[in-house]
């Protein structure tokens, strides 16, 4: 993978793109069931065994693990949007603290990646070069009428409540809305911003906003192949990127480092 960070340059992890989440929880149970039922002919170590599931709206249950479903894992492992780095060693199905992988393309500190790309990306249309603000704005103004923030607002909220200004309490979609964009259209606190942006993304999909990034008319190819080179560029960027908890990815490859690489897994 693109973002693995430049420094891993030996041992590095194997990768296995299984599907869904659904699907990946259960390709991980099953290479650990057929792992025992035949521990001499196999080449799996479980304790070296990860899985990482996308966030998403609808809860996933999980049988035989230590956290119950989906949410559990979330909440066990975030906190504000940061990453509990004590409780990161702890889990081995990993789950993301952005909904789906587009919402790491599009996240604020990306701005200047889009600004000093050969060929600039534009949204939605030629003469618009993509403005991740512009985005966010557009994201927020179906915040009320997306389907599946209806049918799970109060887990999307829930996620969130700990945002000063956002009306979190109320689980009212359309006040939501509003505090939202009155927060972010007025506030000058550079922290607050970046607060309500990673709040967004924790629960409002990405994915057709992504789609409408775009490149310039003298690219040859299909859109999609446009925006898989910039994801590969996206994926170098957060390559370079320090392992802190509030950059999840490259802190979820420091963890996975430590425990493989260093042998530092805990016993569960």
């Not at 956290?67 to 559990?72: P, Q, V, Y």
């Not at 997306?146 to 945002?163: V, Y």
Request: glycine content about 2%; overall charge negative; proline content about 4%.
């Amino acid at each position: 993978m693109d973002c693995i960070p430049k420094w891993w340059s030996q041992k590095r992890p194997t990768f296995f793109n299984c599907g869904d989440r659904k699907d990946v929880i259960d390709t991980y149970f099953t290479l650990l069931t057929l792992h025992e039922q035949d521990t001499t002919n196999s080449n799996l170590a479980p304790e070296r065994l990860f899985a990482m599931i996308d966030l998403d709206l609808q809860l996933q249950t999980i049988e035989n693990y230590i956290f119950k479903d989906t949410e559990a894992i979330f909440r066990n492992l975030y906190e504000k949007s940061q990453v509990k780095e004590p409780n990161a060693a702890q889990h081995r199905i990993w789950i993301t603290g952005l909904i789906h992988k587009e919402a790491y393309f599009l996240t604020p500190e990306l701005q200047s990646v889009f600004d000093d790309y050969p060929n600039s990306p534009y949204y939605k249309y030629q003469e618009n070069l993509a403005s991740l603000t512009n985005i966010y704005s557009d994201m927020a103004d179906t915040i009320s009428s997306d389907k599946d923030l209806q049918l799970n607002t109060k887990r999307a909220l829930e996620r969130i409540n700990h945002c000063s200004g956002l009306d979190c309490t109320e689980l009212d979609l359309d006040k939501f809305q509003d505090s939202w964009k009155h927060q972010f259209q007025n506030t000058t606190d550079a922290t607050q911003k970046h607060e309500l942006i990673v709040a967004l993304l924790t629960i409002k999909k990405a994915k057709d906003y992504w789609h409408l990034i775009k490149p310039s008319g003298d690219f040859s190819r299909e859109d999609w192949v446009y925006r898989e080179q910039l994801a590969s560029e996206i994926g170098r960027f957060y390559s370079e990127q320090s392992s802190d908890v509030k950059s999840h990815i490259p802190f979820f490859f420091k963890t996975l480092y430590e425990l493989v690489y260093l042998d530092k897994t805990p016993q569960l």
